[in-house]
């Protein structure tokens, strides 16, 4: 038997009980890996809440399964043209870039079609 003492991998205090033990409490694992991993999901967080805005702006712009609007439209309600979760490219070299089942395809430099795929998920 070890008589090391153990202590807290966040507040530091003494522990007592199992051996793999790393935490005195709940709180202090959540408080540990939280800021683990805080940066990460900053970052994480950001992305995926500008890919939901976009979606959401597609999906508000595109009813009907297929429309025309114009990039300006597009980037005076928050687009954010960096961001998008796949592309899809077809045989006859269309580009067509997806926000989930949200998609569009730049017609010209002007206007973009609004697409829908209704089969995401393969």
Not at 42 to 52: E, G, H, P, S, W
Request: glycine share 4%; hydrophobic share 25%.
């Amino acid at each position: 038997m070890s008589t090391e003492e153990r202590y807290c991998l966040e507040c530091e205090t003494t522990l007592r009980g199992r051996m793999d033990q790393k935490f005195c409490s709940d709180q202090c694992r959540n408080s540990y890996h939280n800021r683990q991993n805080s940066d990460a999901n900053k970052l994480m967080r950001n992305v995926n809440n500008a890919l939901r805005k976009n979606r959401r702006i597609l999906a508000e712009l595109n009813p009907n399964g297929k429309a025309r609007v114009r990039r300006d439209e597009l980037a005076r309600k928050g687009f954010n043209f960096n961001y998008y979760t796949n592309i899809y490219q077809t045989k006859g070299g269309t580009t067509y870039y997806f926000c989930y089942d949200q998609g569009y395809i730049i017609s010209d430099e002007k206007y973009f079609t609004l697409v829908k795929k209704e089969e995401y998920i393969n």
